[in-house]
């Protein structure tokens, strides 16, 4: 149980255009979902925090703007990298909080490049 | 502000046993997760504690001290596959939220 699925597992994009990565939640539902990025050898950050039916709440130093988050349902959150620049090529998380627990469980991750 | 301190490797032999210590300051602690991440990959869940004192679960145990800001995962009869980073995660906040440290590097040799 409580896996957690995300797709494109990776993807390489011309800069200026847009990505988008979804993640769901395939065998419970989510409340909350949250999204992370790691760069190489560095720890998870948290970008932004979505419950679903509500906006997203956005970890300082993150643009909401250029990563536009959507949570529809209980098993699908959206992540849109907007314009990308090759800096913002890294490793995108996801993970979800099964309804009344406090783990989180991982989807196995996007690797974004931008050329 | 967080912070989270762990030793950042350490080297284990098969068949042993190996203590990966974690000391945090953070404010509204409301517990404290352990993760597996193998290089490349997205974390796994291995514990999570709430209360002071040991929880056992397998070959992995956690153990916490409030009071102290001091947690430990302890492995034991190390396997090759157990090569792994080992994060230390305390949650905090109203919207459970995790923060990550960098890990230690968990290297187990033959």
């Known amino acids: 149980g409580a896996v957690v699925s995300q797709h494109p597992s990776r993807v390489i994009c011309k800069s200026g255009t847009s990505v988008k990565i979804e993640c769901r939640s395939l065998d419970f539902q989510a409340t909350t979902m949250f999204w992370y990025r790691q760069f190489p050898k560095q720890s998870l950050m948290l970008m932004a925090t979505?419950?679903?039916?509500?906006?997203?709440?956005?970890e300082q130093g993150v643009e909401k703007d250029k990563f536009l988050i959507n949570h529809a349902s209980l098993t699908l959150s959206t992540l849109t990298v907007t314009s990308a620049h090759p800096e913002d090529s890294s490793f995108y998380i996801c993970?979800?909080?099964?309804?009344?627990?406090?783990?989180?469980?991982f989807g196995p991750g996007t690797r974004l490049t931008v050329t | 502000g967080q912070n989270i301190d762990q030793p950042t490797e350490m080297t284990a032999t098969e068949g042993a046993i190996v203590q990966i210590n974690c000391t945090y300051q953070?404010?509204?602690?409301?517990?404290l997760f352990w993760y597996q991440q193998h290089a490349g990959e997205a974390p796994t869940f291995l514990s999570y504690n709430v209360l002071d004192g040991l929880e056992e679960k397998g070959r992995f145990s956690s153990f916490l001290s409030r009071s102290k800001g001091y947690s430990y995962l302890l492995l034991k009869e190390l396997q090759m596959k157990d090569s792994a980073s080992y994060l230390c995660?305390?949650?905090?906040?109203?919207?459970?939220?995790?923060?990550f440290g960098t890990g230690t590097k968990l290297q187990v040799i033959p």
């Open positions: 979505s419950n679903e039916g509500s906006k997203a709440t956005y």
């Open positions: 953070t404010s509204g602690f409301n517990g």
């Open positions: 993970s979800a909080r099964p309804s009344g627990h406090y783990e989180q469980y």
């Open positions: 995660a305390p949650r905090t906040g109203g919207y459970q939220k995790v923060t």
